[in-house]
Protein backbone atom coordinates (compact mmCIF):
# COMPACT_ATOMS: atom_id res chain seq x y z
CA UNK A 1 0.00 0.00 0.00
CA UNK A 2 1.29 3.39 -0.58
CA UNK A 3 2.70 3.42 -3.33
CA UNK A 4 1.56 5.83 -5.31
CA UNK A 5 3.34 7.33 -8.13
CA UNK A 6 3.17 9.32 -11.81
CA UNK A 7 4.86 6.41 -12.89
CA UNK A 8 1.93 4.09 -11.38
CA UNK A 9 -1.18 6.79 -12.46
CA UNK A 10 -2.69 4.92 -15.64
CA UNK A 11 -3.42 8.63 -16.86
CA UNK A 12 -0.12 10.16 -16.77
CA UNK A 13 1.48 6.84 -18.50
CA UNK A 14 -1.00 6.97 -21.15
CA UNK A 15 -0.97 10.48 -21.31
CA UNK A 16 2.75 10.98 -21.49
CA UNK A 17 3.66 8.03 -24.06
CA UNK A 18 1.17 9.62 -26.74
CA UNK A 19 3.86 11.98 -26.80
CA UNK A 20 4.57 9.18 -30.14
CA UNK A 21 1.49 10.57 -31.31
CA UNK A 22 2.62 14.17 -31.25
CA UNK A 23 5.80 13.24 -33.11
CA UNK A 24 2.88 12.34 -36.06
CA UNK A 25 1.51 16.00 -35.49
CA UNK A 26 4.74 17.51 -35.55
CA UNK A 27 5.94 15.60 -38.63
CA UNK A 28 2.20 16.77 -40.53
CA UNK A 29 2.46 20.30 -39.69
CA UNK A 30 6.51 20.13 -40.48
CA UNK A 31 5.16 19.88 -44.08
CA UNK A 32 1.70 21.64 -44.69
CA UNK A 33 3.22 25.11 -43.16
CA UNK A 34 5.78 25.04 -45.55
CA UNK A 35 4.61 24.20 -48.92
CA UNK A 36 3.17 26.88 -50.05
CA UNK A 37 5.82 29.43 -48.82
CA UNK A 38 8.12 31.28 -51.25
CA UNK A 39 11.15 30.12 -49.32
CA UNK A 40 10.27 26.87 -49.25
CA UNK A 41 9.38 26.53 -52.94
CA UNK A 42 12.56 28.75 -54.32
CA UNK A 43 15.54 26.27 -51.94
CA UNK A 44 13.79 23.39 -53.53
CA UNK A 45 13.46 24.66 -57.36
CA UNK A 46 9.55 24.63 -57.48
CA UNK A 47 8.82 20.70 -56.85
CA UNK A 48 6.42 19.19 -59.33
CA UNK A 49 3.31 18.46 -57.77
CA UNK A 50 4.46 14.71 -58.40
CA UNK A 51 7.89 15.77 -56.50
CA UNK A 52 5.83 17.22 -53.97
CA UNK A 53 3.59 14.33 -53.48
CA UNK A 54 6.48 12.28 -53.46
CA UNK A 55 8.45 14.86 -50.26
CA UNK A 56 5.40 14.15 -48.33
CA UNK A 57 4.45 10.81 -48.60
CA UNK A 58 7.72 9.68 -47.76
CA UNK A 59 6.99 9.90 -44.54
CA UNK A 60 4.24 7.82 -45.19
CA UNK A 61 6.51 4.76 -46.60
CA UNK A 62 8.73 4.98 -43.16
CA UNK A 63 5.96 5.03 -41.07
CA UNK A 64 4.58 1.83 -43.26
CA UNK A 65 8.18 -0.13 -42.62
CA UNK A 66 8.05 1.31 -38.93
CA UNK A 67 4.50 0.08 -38.05
CA UNK A 68 5.58 -3.95 -39.55
CA UNK A 69 8.72 -3.90 -37.59
CA UNK A 70 6.72 -2.63 -34.45
CA UNK A 71 5.00 -6.03 -34.12
CA UNK A 72 7.60 -8.38 -33.38
CA UNK A 73 9.57 -5.59 -31.38
CA UNK A 74 6.62 -5.08 -29.46
CA UNK A 75 6.47 -8.67 -28.21
CA UNK A 76 10.42 -9.25 -28.26
CA UNK A 77 11.85 -6.43 -26.60
CA UNK A 78 8.52 -4.83 -24.83
CA UNK A 79 6.08 -2.26 -25.66
CA UNK A 80 7.82 0.33 -23.56
CA UNK A 81 11.71 0.12 -25.20
CA UNK A 82 9.78 0.14 -28.87
CA UNK A 83 8.37 3.31 -27.82
CA UNK A 84 12.31 4.10 -26.47
CA UNK A 85 13.54 3.42 -29.77
CA UNK A 86 10.62 5.34 -31.72
CA UNK A 87 12.11 8.39 -29.99
CA UNK A 88 15.61 7.35 -30.65
CA UNK A 89 15.06 7.35 -34.25
CA UNK A 90 12.77 10.95 -34.14
CA UNK A 91 15.93 12.28 -33.15
CA UNK A 92 18.16 10.79 -35.86
CA UNK A 93 16.07 12.05 -38.55
CA UNK A 94 15.10 15.19 -37.44
CA UNK A 95 18.49 16.18 -37.78
CA UNK A 96 18.87 15.04 -40.90
CA UNK A 97 15.74 16.81 -42.12
CA UNK A 98 16.56 19.73 -40.90
CA UNK A 99 20.38 19.91 -42.16
CA UNK A 100 18.69 18.98 -45.72
CA UNK A 101 20.26 20.59 -48.53
CA UNK A 102 18.13 19.35 -51.14
CA UNK A 103 14.92 16.93 -51.97
CA UNK A 104 17.32 13.93 -51.80
CA UNK A 105 18.04 14.81 -48.25
CA UNK A 106 14.79 15.78 -47.27
CA UNK A 107 12.98 12.75 -48.45
CA UNK A 108 15.89 10.25 -46.37
CA UNK A 109 15.26 12.39 -43.35
CA UNK A 110 11.44 11.98 -44.00
CA UNK A 111 11.51 8.29 -44.09
CA UNK A 112 13.83 7.90 -41.03
CA UNK A 113 10.94 10.46 -39.13
CA UNK A 114 8.57 7.95 -40.93
CA UNK A 115 10.27 4.55 -39.26
CA UNK A 116 9.89 6.22 -35.97
CA UNK A 117 6.07 7.94 -36.31
CA UNK A 118 5.22 4.22 -37.36
CA UNK A 119 6.81 2.55 -34.70
CA UNK A 120 4.90 4.80 -31.97
CA UNK A 121 2.13 4.88 -33.59
CA UNK A 122 1.34 1.31 -33.65
CA UNK A 123 2.88 0.45 -30.32
CA UNK A 124 1.98 3.39 -28.11
CA UNK A 125 -2.33 2.32 -28.25
CA UNK A 126 -0.80 -0.89 -27.53
CA UNK A 127 0.59 0.02 -24.26
CA UNK A 128 -2.00 2.13 -23.13
CA UNK A 129 -4.88 -0.28 -23.61
CA UNK A 130 -2.71 -3.06 -21.96
CA UNK A 131 -2.88 -0.69 -19.15
CA UNK A 132 -5.60 0.92 -19.11
CA UNK A 133 -8.79 -0.71 -16.77
CA UNK A 134 -11.69 -1.31 -19.25
CA UNK A 135 -14.00 1.53 -17.73
CA UNK A 136 -11.66 4.15 -19.27
CA UNK A 137 -9.66 2.44 -21.39
CA UNK A 138 -11.10 4.65 -24.72
CA UNK A 139 -10.41 7.90 -22.45
CA UNK A 140 -6.56 6.67 -22.44
CA UNK A 141 -6.36 5.32 -26.25
CA UNK A 142 -8.03 8.79 -27.09
CA UNK A 143 -5.36 10.70 -25.54
CA UNK A 144 -3.23 9.55 -28.44
CA UNK A 145 -5.11 11.43 -30.97
CA UNK A 146 -5.42 14.38 -28.74
CA UNK A 147 -1.49 13.87 -28.97
CA UNK A 148 -1.50 13.98 -32.81
CA UNK A 149 -3.54 17.04 -33.00
CA UNK A 150 -1.33 19.07 -30.35
CA UNK A 151 1.43 17.99 -32.52
CA UNK A 152 0.10 19.26 -36.05
CA UNK A 153 -0.74 22.94 -33.19
CA UNK A 154 2.15 23.30 -31.75
CA UNK A 155 4.38 22.78 -34.71
CA UNK A 156 2.15 24.57 -37.33
CA UNK A 157 2.21 28.08 -34.36
CA UNK A 158 6.09 27.15 -35.11
CA UNK A 159 6.10 27.29 -38.84
CA UNK A 160 4.12 30.37 -38.65
CA UNK A 161 6.43 31.92 -36.72
CA UNK A 162 9.00 31.31 -38.64
CA UNK A 163 7.45 31.76 -41.69
CA UNK A 164 8.70 36.05 -41.37
CA UNK A 165 12.26 34.81 -40.88
CA UNK A 166 13.65 35.90 -44.48
CA UNK A 167 16.19 33.09 -44.73
CA UNK A 168 16.24 29.35 -45.00
CA UNK A 169 15.72 28.93 -41.11
CA UNK A 170 12.31 29.84 -41.81
CA UNK A 171 11.81 25.99 -41.92
CA UNK A 172 15.01 24.70 -40.75
CA UNK A 173 14.19 26.33 -37.28
CA UNK A 174 10.69 24.17 -37.01
CA UNK A 175 12.10 20.58 -38.67
CA UNK A 176 15.35 21.55 -35.86
CA UNK A 177 12.74 22.03 -32.92
CA UNK A 178 11.46 18.51 -33.54
CA UNK A 179 14.08 17.16 -31.74
CA UNK A 180 12.84 18.59 -28.89
CA UNK A 181 9.72 15.87 -28.29
CA UNK A 182 12.02 12.95 -29.48
CA UNK A 183 14.49 13.63 -26.30
CA UNK A 184 11.23 13.78 -23.96
CA UNK A 185 9.77 10.42 -25.09
CA UNK A 186 13.21 8.71 -24.76
CA UNK A 187 14.03 10.23 -21.47
CA UNK A 188 10.44 9.41 -19.90
CA UNK A 189 9.85 6.31 -21.70
CA UNK A 190 12.66 4.81 -19.85
CA UNK A 191 10.86 4.89 -16.11
CA UNK A 192 8.00 3.47 -17.72
CA UNK A 193 6.40 0.17 -16.03
CA UNK A 194 6.31 -2.57 -18.24
CA UNK A 195 3.30 -3.64 -19.53
CA UNK A 196 1.71 -6.31 -17.18
CA UNK A 197 0.13 -7.97 -19.84
CA UNK A 198 3.39 -8.14 -21.86
CA UNK A 199 4.94 -9.64 -18.90
CA UNK A 200 2.59 -12.42 -17.51
CA UNK A 201 2.96 -13.70 -21.31
CA UNK A 202 6.53 -13.74 -20.58
CA UNK A 203 6.03 -15.90 -18.18
CA UNK A 204 6.94 -13.23 -15.37
CA UNK A 205 3.97 -13.36 -13.34
CA UNK A 206 5.00 -11.94 -10.40
CA UNK A 207 6.46 -8.56 -11.61
CA UNK A 208 3.07 -9.07 -13.77
CA UNK A 209 1.23 -8.91 -10.01
CA UNK A 210 3.14 -5.94 -9.00
CA UNK A 211 2.69 -3.28 -11.58
CA UNK A 212 -0.88 -4.67 -12.09
CA UNK A 213 -1.32 -4.06 -8.33
CA UNK A 214 0.60 -0.50 -8.43
CA UNK A 215 -2.16 0.43 -11.24
CA UNK A 216 -4.83 -0.20 -10.15
CA UNK A 217 -4.67 -0.58 -6.15
CA UNK A 218 -1.57 1.29 -4.61
CA UNK A 219 0.36 -1.58 -4.36
CA UNK A 220 -1.93 -3.69 -2.81
CA UNK A 221 -1.69 -6.99 -4.20
CA UNK A 222 -5.21 -8.51 -2.46
CA UNK A 223 -7.23 -5.84 -4.24
CA UNK A 224 -10.06 -8.01 -5.20
CA UNK A 225 -10.27 -5.98 -8.66
CA UNK A 226 -6.25 -6.84 -9.09
CA UNK A 227 -7.26 -10.59 -8.28
CA UNK A 228 -9.93 -10.68 -10.97
CA UNK A 229 -8.15 -8.83 -13.70
CA UNK A 230 -4.79 -11.09 -12.64
CA UNK A 231 -7.01 -14.60 -13.24
CA UNK A 232 -8.30 -13.45 -16.41
CA UNK A 233 -5.07 -12.24 -17.33
CA UNK A 234 -3.36 -15.73 -16.52
CA UNK A 235 -6.63 -17.63 -18.14
CA UNK A 236 -5.84 -15.81 -21.51
CA UNK A 237 -2.05 -16.70 -21.35
CA UNK A 238 -2.48 -20.16 -20.64
CA UNK A 239 -5.13 -20.96 -23.61
CA UNK A 240 -2.87 -18.52 -25.76
CA UNK A 241 -0.32 -21.42 -25.20
CA UNK A 242 -2.60 -24.55 -25.72
CA UNK A 243 -2.47 -22.60 -29.30
CA UNK A 244 0.89 -23.50 -31.04
CA UNK A 245 3.13 -20.75 -32.68
CA UNK A 246 2.13 -17.14 -32.99
CA UNK A 247 3.65 -16.67 -36.74
CA UNK A 248 1.45 -14.34 -39.11
CA UNK A 249 -0.02 -16.77 -41.13
CA UNK A 250 -2.03 -17.15 -37.52
CA UNK A 251 -3.83 -13.68 -37.92
CA UNK A 252 -5.76 -15.09 -41.18
CA UNK A 253 -6.95 -17.94 -40.03
CA UNK A 254 -10.29 -18.83 -38.45
CA UNK A 255 -11.25 -16.97 -36.21
CA UNK A 256 -8.86 -14.40 -36.16
CA UNK A 257 -8.85 -13.38 -39.68
CA UNK A 258 -12.30 -11.35 -39.07
CA UNK A 259 -10.75 -9.64 -36.20
CA UNK A 260 -7.82 -8.47 -38.41
CA UNK A 261 -9.68 -7.81 -41.68
CA UNK A 262 -11.50 -5.39 -38.80
CA UNK A 263 -8.84 -3.67 -37.52
CA UNK A 264 -7.11 -3.44 -41.01
CA UNK A 265 -10.28 -1.59 -43.14
CA UNK A 266 -10.81 0.61 -40.45
CA UNK A 267 -7.44 2.57 -40.24
CA UNK A 268 -7.77 2.42 -44.15
CA UNK A 269 -11.00 4.05 -43.76
CA UNK A 270 -9.74 6.88 -41.48
CA UNK A 271 -7.67 7.70 -44.36
CA UNK A 272 -9.95 7.53 -46.96
CA UNK A 273 -11.82 9.96 -45.09
CA UNK A 274 -9.06 12.27 -46.57
CA UNK A 275 -8.73 14.23 -43.26
CA UNK A 276 -4.84 13.70 -43.17
CA UNK A 277 -4.75 14.57 -46.89
CA UNK A 278 -6.47 17.64 -45.75
CA UNK A 279 -3.67 18.54 -42.86
CA UNK A 280 -1.04 18.01 -45.21
CA UNK A 281 -2.27 20.39 -48.12
CA UNK A 282 -4.72 22.40 -46.26
CA UNK A 283 -2.59 25.81 -47.93
CA UNK A 284 -3.20 24.25 -51.36
CA UNK A 285 -7.21 23.65 -50.56
CA UNK A 286 -7.63 26.85 -48.69
CA UNK A 287 -6.06 28.71 -51.94
CA UNK A 288 -8.94 26.55 -54.12
CA UNK A 289 -11.12 28.39 -51.78
CA UNK A 290 -9.82 31.54 -53.05
CA UNK A 291 -7.86 32.76 -49.62
CA UNK A 292 -4.81 34.10 -51.43
CA UNK A 293 -1.77 35.75 -49.67
CA UNK A 294 0.36 33.69 -47.56
CA UNK A 295 -0.28 35.06 -44.20
CA UNK A 296 -4.07 34.99 -44.81
CA UNK A 297 -3.47 31.49 -45.72
CA UNK A 298 -1.61 30.63 -42.93
CA UNK A 299 -4.36 32.29 -40.19
CA UNK A 300 -7.11 30.28 -42.13
CA UNK A 301 -5.00 27.09 -41.56
CA UNK A 302 -4.41 27.75 -38.10
CA UNK A 303 -8.16 27.84 -37.08
CA UNK A 304 -9.10 24.09 -38.17
CA UNK A 305 -5.98 23.00 -36.67
CA UNK A 306 -7.18 24.92 -33.12
CA UNK A 307 -10.44 23.31 -34.04
CA UNK A 308 -9.00 20.02 -34.54
CA UNK A 309 -7.57 19.87 -30.91
CA UNK A 310 -10.61 21.41 -29.26
CA UNK A 311 -13.01 18.85 -30.92
CA UNK A 312 -10.77 15.86 -30.01
CA UNK A 313 -11.89 16.51 -26.04
CA UNK A 314 -16.01 15.36 -26.12
CA UNK A 315 -14.46 12.16 -27.88
CA UNK A 316 -11.94 12.00 -24.84
CA UNK A 317 -14.71 12.24 -22.32
CA UNK A 318 -17.17 10.61 -23.43
CA UNK A 319 -15.98 8.01 -25.90
CA UNK A 320 -16.29 5.20 -22.95
CA UNK A 321 -19.74 6.34 -22.67
CA UNK A 322 -21.29 6.78 -26.20
CA UNK A 323 -19.02 3.45 -27.12
CA UNK A 324 -17.65 2.81 -30.26
CA UNK A 325 -20.24 2.25 -32.99
CA UNK A 326 -22.04 5.19 -32.26
CA UNK A 327 -19.39 7.59 -32.79
CA UNK A 328 -17.87 6.02 -35.94
CA UNK A 329 -21.29 5.88 -37.84
CA UNK A 330 -22.53 9.82 -37.07
CA UNK A 331 -18.48 11.09 -37.74
CA UNK A 332 -18.62 9.35 -41.30
CA UNK A 333 -22.19 10.31 -42.08
CA UNK A 334 -21.52 14.00 -41.14
CA UNK A 335 -17.87 14.07 -43.02
CA UNK A 336 -20.06 12.90 -46.13
CA UNK A 337 -22.31 15.57 -46.00
CA UNK A 338 -19.03 18.45 -45.60
CA UNK A 339 -17.10 16.57 -48.64
CA UNK A 340 -20.06 16.81 -51.11
CA UNK A 341 -21.04 19.94 -49.93
CA UNK A 342 -16.86 21.62 -50.32
CA UNK A 343 -17.33 19.29 -54.18
CA UNK A 344 -20.61 21.06 -54.59
CA UNK A 345 -19.40 24.23 -54.07
CA UNK A 346 -16.27 24.66 -55.80
CA UNK A 347 -17.78 23.02 -58.83
CA UNK A 348 -20.41 25.45 -59.13
CA UNK A 349 -18.41 28.72 -58.12
CA UNK A 350 -14.91 27.74 -59.07
CA UNK A 351 -12.88 28.16 -62.38
CA UNK A 352 -9.71 27.42 -64.18
CA UNK A 353 -6.90 28.89 -62.47
CA UNK A 354 -3.12 28.56 -62.92
CA UNK A 355 -0.18 30.21 -60.76
CA UNK A 356 3.80 30.31 -61.32
CA UNK A 357 4.16 29.52 -57.56
CA UNK A 358 1.76 26.93 -57.46
CA UNK A 359 1.17 24.08 -60.05
CA UNK A 360 -1.22 21.89 -58.00
CA UNK A 361 -4.14 24.38 -57.40
CA UNK A 362 -5.69 24.50 -61.07
CA UNK A 363 -9.44 25.31 -60.06
CA UNK A 364 -10.59 27.86 -57.55
CA UNK A 365 -13.22 30.26 -56.58
CA UNK A 366 -12.57 34.13 -57.08
CA UNK A 367 -14.42 37.08 -56.62
CA UNK A 368 -16.99 35.22 -54.58
CA UNK A 369 -16.89 35.72 -50.70
CA UNK A 370 -19.70 34.01 -50.12
CA UNK A 371 -18.88 30.92 -51.46
CA UNK A 372 -14.96 30.75 -50.33
CA UNK A 373 -16.64 31.50 -46.71
CA UNK A 374 -19.03 28.55 -47.31
CA UNK A 375 -16.20 26.04 -48.17
CA UNK A 376 -13.93 27.55 -44.93
CA UNK A 377 -17.06 26.91 -43.21
CA UNK A 378 -17.72 23.51 -44.56
CA UNK A 379 -14.09 21.92 -43.91
CA UNK A 380 -13.87 23.46 -40.62
CA UNK A 381 -17.41 21.43 -40.09
CA UNK A 382 -14.98 18.33 -41.42
CA UNK A 383 -12.08 18.70 -39.38
CA UNK A 384 -14.75 19.17 -36.36
CA UNK A 385 -16.89 15.73 -37.65
CA UNK A 386 -13.34 13.52 -37.79
CA UNK A 387 -12.27 15.10 -34.41
CA UNK A 388 -14.64 13.61 -31.95
CA UNK A 389 -15.16 10.54 -33.95
CA UNK A 390 -12.83 8.24 -36.04
CA UNK A 391 -9.94 10.30 -34.99
CA UNK A 392 -9.76 8.85 -31.50
CA UNK A 393 -11.70 5.64 -32.41
CA UNK A 394 -9.37 4.47 -35.17
CA UNK A 395 -6.53 4.36 -32.63
CA UNK A 396 -8.84 3.11 -30.13
CA UNK A 397 -10.87 0.15 -31.86
CA UNK A 398 -7.87 -1.91 -33.38
CA UNK A 399 -5.88 -2.06 -29.82
CA UNK A 400 -8.32 -3.51 -27.84
CA UNK A 401 -10.35 -6.19 -30.17
CA UNK A 402 -7.29 -8.29 -30.56
CA UNK A 403 -6.18 -11.45 -28.36
CA UNK A 404 -2.71 -11.44 -26.06
CA UNK A 405 -1.25 -13.85 -28.43
CA UNK A 406 -1.73 -11.68 -31.80
CA UNK A 407 -2.20 -8.23 -30.37
CA UNK A 408 1.09 -6.86 -30.63
CA UNK A 409 1.27 -8.60 -34.80
CA UNK A 410 -2.49 -7.70 -35.29
CA UNK A 411 -2.43 -4.26 -34.55
CA UNK A 412 0.88 -3.43 -36.78
CA UNK A 413 -1.28 -5.00 -40.01
CA UNK A 414 -3.90 -2.53 -38.65
CA UNK A 415 -1.24 0.41 -38.48
CA UNK A 416 0.79 -0.67 -41.60
CA UNK A 417 -2.45 -0.21 -43.36
CA UNK A 418 -3.01 3.42 -42.18
CA UNK A 419 0.10 4.44 -43.46
CA UNK A 420 -0.11 2.55 -46.50
CA UNK A 421 -3.13 4.66 -47.78
CA UNK A 422 -1.50 7.68 -46.11
CA UNK A 423 1.35 7.20 -48.41
CA UNK A 424 -0.87 6.63 -51.72
CA UNK A 425 -3.24 9.62 -50.90
CA UNK A 426 -0.06 12.07 -49.77
CA UNK A 427 1.03 11.43 -53.31
CA UNK A 428 -1.75 11.09 -55.51
CA UNK A 429 -3.79 14.07 -53.58
CA UNK A 430 -1.65 16.87 -55.48
CA UNK A 431 -1.71 14.88 -58.59
CA UNK A 432 -6.06 14.75 -58.34
CA UNK A 433 -6.31 18.44 -57.66
CA UNK A 434 -4.34 20.11 -60.35
CA UNK A 435 -6.43 17.16 -62.80
CA UNK A 436 -9.47 16.72 -61.47
CA UNK A 437 -9.93 19.68 -59.40
CA UNK A 438 -13.36 19.92 -57.32
CA UNK A 439 -14.18 16.05 -58.37
CA UNK A 440 -11.49 15.29 -55.71
CA UNK A 441 -13.57 15.83 -52.59
CA UNK A 442 -16.37 13.33 -54.66
CA UNK A 443 -14.02 10.18 -54.12
CA UNK A 444 -13.55 10.82 -50.35
CA UNK A 445 -17.32 11.90 -49.91
CA UNK A 446 -18.05 8.43 -51.45
CA UNK A 447 -15.45 6.61 -48.98
CA UNK A 448 -16.85 8.57 -46.29
CA UNK A 449 -20.70 6.62 -47.57
CA UNK A 450 -18.99 3.34 -47.65
CA UNK A 451 -17.42 3.11 -44.41
CA UNK A 452 -20.65 3.99 -42.81
CA UNK A 453 -22.26 1.17 -44.37
CA UNK A 454 -18.84 -1.08 -43.34
CA UNK A 455 -19.34 0.32 -39.63
CA UNK A 456 -23.12 -0.52 -39.13
CA UNK A 457 -22.88 -4.50 -40.65
CA UNK A 458 -19.48 -5.53 -39.26
CA UNK A 459 -18.03 -3.60 -36.13
CA UNK A 460 -19.45 -4.78 -33.00
CA UNK A 461 -19.69 -2.55 -29.81
CA UNK A 462 -16.38 -2.93 -27.88
CA UNK A 463 -17.03 -0.36 -24.75
CA UNK A 464 -16.74 -1.54 -21.30
CA UNK A 465 -15.00 -4.91 -22.15
CA UNK A 466 -12.40 -5.86 -21.12
CA UNK A 467 -9.56 -7.32 -23.29
CA UNK A 468 -9.71 -10.79 -22.49
CA UNK A 469 -13.49 -11.25 -22.91
CA UNK A 470 -13.34 -9.57 -26.58
CA UNK A 471 -12.98 -13.47 -27.66
CA UNK A 472 -15.94 -14.27 -26.75
CA UNK A 473 -17.48 -11.14 -28.13
CA UNK A 474 -16.20 -11.48 -31.55
CA UNK A 475 -16.60 -15.49 -31.50
CA UNK A 476 -20.25 -15.17 -31.09
CA UNK A 477 -23.00 -14.98 -33.71
CA UNK A 478 -24.54 -11.98 -32.64
CA UNK A 479 -24.81 -9.31 -35.52
CA UNK A 480 -22.90 -5.92 -34.87
CA UNK A 481 -25.66 -3.73 -34.54
CA UNK A 482 -27.42 -5.87 -31.51
CA UNK A 483 -24.25 -6.10 -29.66
CA UNK A 484 -24.53 -2.62 -27.95
CA UNK A 485 -27.49 -4.58 -25.70
CA UNK A 486 -25.58 -7.65 -24.88
CA UNK A 487 -24.92 -7.97 -20.81
CA UNK A 488 -21.48 -5.95 -19.06
CA UNK A 489 -18.72 -6.93 -18.72
CA UNK A 490 -17.93 -10.12 -16.28
CA UNK A 491 -15.11 -8.72 -14.77
CA UNK A 492 -17.80 -7.00 -11.93
CA UNK A 493 -19.35 -10.03 -11.26
CA UNK A 494 -15.85 -12.10 -10.22
CA UNK A 495 -14.48 -9.29 -8.21
CA UNK A 496 -18.12 -8.94 -6.37
CA UNK A 497 -17.47 -13.05 -5.87
CA UNK A 498 -13.96 -12.55 -4.28
CA UNK A 499 -15.60 -10.18 -1.91
CA UNK A 500 -18.05 -12.60 -0.72
CA UNK A 501 -15.58 -15.80 -0.32
CA UNK A 502 -13.66 -12.77 1.71
CA UNK A 503 -16.52 -12.41 3.83
CA UNK A 504 -17.45 -15.77 3.81
CA UNK A 505 -14.19 -16.77 5.16
CA UNK A 506 -13.49 -13.95 7.55
CA UNK A 507 -16.91 -15.06 9.04
CA UNK A 508 -15.46 -18.65 9.28
CA UNK A 509 -12.36 -17.80 11.30
CA UNK A 510 -14.28 -15.52 13.67
CA UNK A 511 -16.89 -18.58 14.42
CA UNK A 512 -13.99 -21.00 15.26
Not at 331 to 344: Q, T
Not at 389 to 413: C, D, F, Q
Amino acid sequence: MGRYSLTTNVYFLGGFATMGGMLFGFDISSMSGVVGTERYQNYFNHPSSSLQGGIVASMAAGSFLGALMAGPLGDKISRKRTIMLAALIWIIGSIIQCAAVNTSMLIVGRIINGVSVGLASMIVPVYQSEIAPKNIRGRIVSLQQWAITWGILIQYFIQYGCSFIDSDAAFRIPWGIQVVPGLILLAGASVFPFSPRWLADKGRLDEALEVLANLRADGDKNDPEVVAEFREIQDAVNFDRTLAARSYSELFRYPNAKRVFLGMTLQSWSQLTGMNVAMYYIVFIFQGAGITGQNANLQASSIQYVLNVVMTIPAILFIDRWGRRPVLLVGSIFMALWLFLIGGLMGRYGSPYSSDSNATTTWAIRDNDAASKAVIACSYLFVCSFAISWGPVSWTYPAEIYPLRIRSKAVSLSTASNWAFNFILAYAVPPALENIQYRTYFIFAAFCVGMTIHVFLMFPETKGRTLEEMDELFNSDIPAWKTRSLPASKLEQDIEQIKMQRVEEKAQVEIK
